[in-house]
């Protein structure tokens, strides 16, 4: 009788009603709004398609079908086709990068190799009965893998290491303690991503300056002044974390992990670590040696997504006896939800970018009477807020690449610091904090659903874009107008 009446389907009218709502906005947007140029018609569907796609992972509550939707409505106007739009989001190179990234990170989570770590790291003797020094000691990390690899391979990496160690703990998906110290693990680590002045962002903004005949940068004043800046963050995040969100760290005060608990490493176990090192090693070539040594031009050609899948090749190659074979992997290592919200929201950052829609230009066209006459410091709030509410709705290196020259341009006539302008320029820019499209790694952390759930990236994306404005323009400012 109990099988009889066991309900068909789980659809609330709750979720009917919002997921009604969330293809209607899609679909009727662009009837109910005009076009005010240089804003095309086309600007305006990908808007409406946008919003409804933001309202279906917020309020539904759902990544799989509102990104389907949103890919397949984008192809079925008239900025792209459906086949265009899925070549553009899922043969994009970060998302291409994530999927080789996941069976890659997924051999050394199958060989034991990431509770190892996370066992080392929970028994060191600072990080005991400590879940504060713990987090501190996880976005330490996040930082040091952001130097080595890009910003979307680092998150990738920490994201299972915090999951594991949570698991150490018998935490439970969705606790507070988990949640923030992976958001602050996505906050901090994009912070101390500008560091090197060769990584993409900084590279796309001082380019530019460059280009435009700027003095050289003093980078390491610029270096200096990030470092800073992070351990800012990291003060800032632990102090939220402790005495505003408050998590329930009953569990990990209370629990003495010891490594021998752990057996020692077998020689399987051995031979993945080091073939992991050895990866990382050569992803890092074409950072620190000349693309003119024949090696690292070869690498730079690859691309970080292409080594990733050499990797995945050449374990696949070794035909170790031990561990899941390709077929596993692919079946059970990928997490479909952070594919297909990645490739809807580096579409969307796409199309927001193309100049066919307008967007750009006419957010341009809005802000540019704005700033008219303005002060080099209010100047420079007002851009700098400007693009950071732009990284969020699009792609952090397009909407500096559109930025940097308006910035450049306005800055010079009215005698500014660009240095300083575009060091702020750097900050504001990389806190794509609020919505999936702002970044990869925001993709990465909103799909994270289980252990960061509902509106919480959300909530703590919008205010981590407010502590940004104030550490932006109350130290870094006043900081670089010192040193630069």
Same mark, same amino acid.
């Given at each position: 009788?109990?099988?009889?009446?066991?309900?068909?389907?789980?659809?609330?009218? !709750?979720?009917?009603?919002?997921?009604?709502?969330?293809?209607?906005?899609?679909?009727?947007?662009?009837?109910?709004?005009?076009?005010?140029?240089?804003?095309?018609?086309?600007?305006?569907?990908?808007?409406?398609?946008?919003?409804?796609?933001?309202?279906? $992972?917020?309020?539904?509550?759902?990544?799989? $079908?509102?990104?389907?939707?949103?890919?397949?409505?984008?192809?079925?106007?008239? $900025?792209?086709?459906?086949?265009?739009?899925?070549?553009?989001?899922?043969?994009?190179?970060?998302?291409?990068?994530?999927?080789?990234?996941?069976?890659?990170?997924?051999?050394?989570?199958?060989?034991?190799?990431?509770?190892?770590?996370? =066992?080392?790291?929970?028994?060191?003797?600072?990080?005991?009965?400590?879940?504060?020094?713990?987090?501190?000691?996880?976005?330490?990390?996040?930082?040091?893998?952001?130097?080595?690899?890009?910003?979307?391979?680092?998150?990738?990496?920490?994201?299972?290491?915090?999951?594991?160690?949570? =698991?150490?703990?018998?935490?439970?998906?969705?606790?507070?303690?988990?949640?923030?110290?992976?958001?602050?693990?996505?906050?901090?680590?994009?912070?101390?991503?500008?560091?090197?002045?060769?990584?993409?962002?900084?590279?796309?903004?001082?380019?530019?300056?460059?280009?435009?005949?700027?003095?050289?940068?003093?980078?390491?004043?610029?270096?200096?002044?990030?470092? @800073?800046?992070?351990?800012?963050?990291?003060?800032?995040?632990?102090?939220?974390?402790?005495?505003?969100?408050?998590?329930?760290?009953?569990?990990?005060?209370?629990?003495?992990?010891?490594?021998?608990?752990?057996?020692? @490493?077998? =020689?399987?176990?051995?031979?993945?670590?080091?073939?992991?090192?050895?990866?990382?090693?050569?992803?890092?070539?074409?950072?620190?040696?000349?693309?003119?040594?024949?090696?690292?031009?070869?690498?730079?050609?690859?691309?970080?997504?292409?080594?990733?899948?050499?990797?995945?090749?050449?374990?696949?190659?070794? =035909?170790?006896?031990?561990?899941?074979?390709?077929?596993?992997?692919?079946?059970?290592?990928?997490?479909?939800?952070?594919?297909?919200?990645?490739?809807?929201?580096?579409?969307?950052?796409?199309?927001?970018?193309?100049?066919?829609?307008?967007?750009?230009?006419?957010?341009?066209?809005?802000?540019?009477?704005?700033?008219?006459?303005?002060?080099?410091?209010?100047?420079?709030?007002?851009?700098?807020?400007?693009?950071?509410?732009?990284?969020?709705?699009?792609?952090?290196?397009?909407?500096?690449?559109?930025?940097?020259?308006?910035?450049?341009?306005?800055?010079?006539?009215?005698?500014?610091?660009?240095?300083?302008?575009?060091?702020?320029? @750097?900050?504001?820019?990389?806190?794509?904090?609020?919505?999936?499209? !702002?970044?990869?790694?925001?993709?990465?952390?909103?799909?994270?659903?289980?252990?960061?759930?509902?509106?919480?990236?959300?909530?703590?994306?919008?205010?981590?874009?407010?502590?940004?404005?104030?550490?932006?323009?109350?130290?870094?400012?006043?900081?670089?107008?010192?040193? @630069?």
């Amino acid at each position: 009788m109990e099988t009889a009446n066991k309900r068909l389907t789980k659809l609330t009218p !709750a979720y009917v009603i919002n997921s009604i709502i969330t293809i209607a906005i899609m679909i009727g947007f662009k009837y109910v709004v005009t076009p005010v140029e240089p804003l095309t018609p086309v600007g305006v569907e990908i808007l409406g398609i946008f919003l409804g796609v933001v309202y279906g $992972w917020l309020v539904v509550g759902d990544i799989f $079908w509102p990104s389907l939707f949103g890919l397949v409505f984008m192809g079925l106007s008239d $900025w792209s086709t459906v086949s265009g739009v899925f070549k553009t989001g899922f043969g994009h190179n970060n998302v291409m990068l994530m999927l080789f990234f996941f069976l890659f990170t997924n051999i050394i989570s199958g060989a034991g190799i990431t509770e190892y770590v996370a =066992r080392w790291i929970t028994s060191r003797k600072i990080a005991q009965g400590k879940p504060y020094v713990l987090s501190i000691l996880i976005w330490i990390a996040t930082c040091v893998i952001y130097f080595m690899v890009t910003a979307t391979a680092g998150f990738m990496i920490m994201i299972p290491l915090i999951i594991e160690i949570s =698991r150490i703990y018998n935490l439970k998906p969705g606790n507070m303690w988990t949640c923030f110290t992976m958001i602050g693990a996505f906050v901090i680590g994009g912070t101390s991503y500008i560091l090197l002045p060769y990584k993409s962002l900084p590279l796309v903004v001082f380019s530019s300056y460059e280009a435009l005949g700027g003095e050289p940068v003093n980078y390491a004043m610029y270096m200096l002044i990030v470092i @800073l800046t992070t351990i800012i963050f990291v003060a800032l995040t632990f102090l939220i974390m402790k005495f505003i969100v408050k998590p329930d760290v009953s569990a990990i005060e209370s629990q003495i992990i010891d490594m021998s608990q752990m057996p020692p @490493l077998t =020689r399987y176990q051995k031979a993945v670590f080091a073939y992991f090192c050895a990866v990382i090693a050569i992803v890092m070539i074409p950072n620190f040696v000349p693309t003119s040594v024949p090696i690292s031009g070869f690498l730079k050609g690859m691309g970080t997504p292409g080594i990733v899948a050499m990797a995945v090749l050449g374990w696949y190659a070794l =035909r170790f006896v031990d561990g899941q074979d390709m077929m596993q992997l692919f079946s059970k290592g990928v997490n479909w939800g952070v594919i297909f919200i990645l490739a809807c929201a580096m579409t969307v950052a796409a199309a927001v970018s193309d100049p066919a829609t307008g967007i750009q230009a006419w957010l341009g066209v809005i802000i540019e009477p704005v700033v008219a006459g303005k002060s080099p410091f209010m100047l420079t709030v007002i851009l700098c807020s400007f693009a950071l509410f732009l990284t969020n709705i699009g792609n952090n290196q397009s909407v500096a690449a559109i930025i940097t020259p308006i910035l450049l341009s306005i800055g010079m006539a009215s005698g500014a610091n660009m240095l300083v302008l575009l060091t702020c320029l @750097l900050l504001c820019c990389n806190a794509g904090y609020c919505t999936p499209p !702002a970044s990869a790694t925001a993709s990465l952390l909103f799909a994270q659903t289980e252990w960061v759930p509902g509106k919480e990236p959300y909530k703590w994306g919008l205010v981590f874009s407010i502590i940004t404005v104030i550490v932006c323009f109350g130290f870094v400012y006043p900081l670089s107008s010192l040193l @630069l």
